[in-house]
Nanobody, 116 residues
Framework: QVQLVESGGGLVQAGGSLRLSCAAS????????MGWYRQAPGKQRELVAT???????NYADSVKGRFTISRDNAKNTVYLQMSTLKPEDTAVYSC??????????WGQGTQVTVSS
């Protein structure tokens, strides 16, 4: 089992920044993919960004140029630096990891609210 603890969500004005963190612990063998998804009220969950163990990144078009994903392998932690936030970025952001055992795990989610 892998446990994920997220932090960094909150309320911010449009144009502001937030940094999300997600620390993994437990039976960690290899965190092949680490990433962030979000779900806004009444909408389906969508991918925000992922980063592989090779450091290759992938972003949703809606956040390219504004969000940056990174990871600290020594700390088993993934970060999401969010800048130039917009009201449409308001959502519950959830951390996701995929391990070498072929299992995926989700965090509990953290609320990000961007006021206009």
């Amino acid at each position: 089992q892998v446990q994920l603890v997220e932090s960094g969500g909150g309320l911010v004005q449009a144009g502001g920044s937030l940094r999300l963190s997600c620390a993994a612990s437990g039976s960690i063998f290899s965190l092949i993919i680490m990433g962030w998804y979000r779900q806004a009220p009444g909408k389906q969950r969508e991918l925000v960004a992922t980063i592989r163990s090779s450091s290759r990144t992938n972003y949703a078009d809606s956040v390219k140029g504004r969000f940056t994903i990174s990871r600290d392998n020594a700390k088993n932690t993934v970060y999401l630096q969010m800048s130039t936030l917009k009201p449409e970025d308001t959502a519950v952001y959830s951390c996701y990891v995929y391990t070498s055992t072929g299992t995926g795990y989700w965090g509990q989610g953290t609320q990000v609210t961007v006021s206009s």
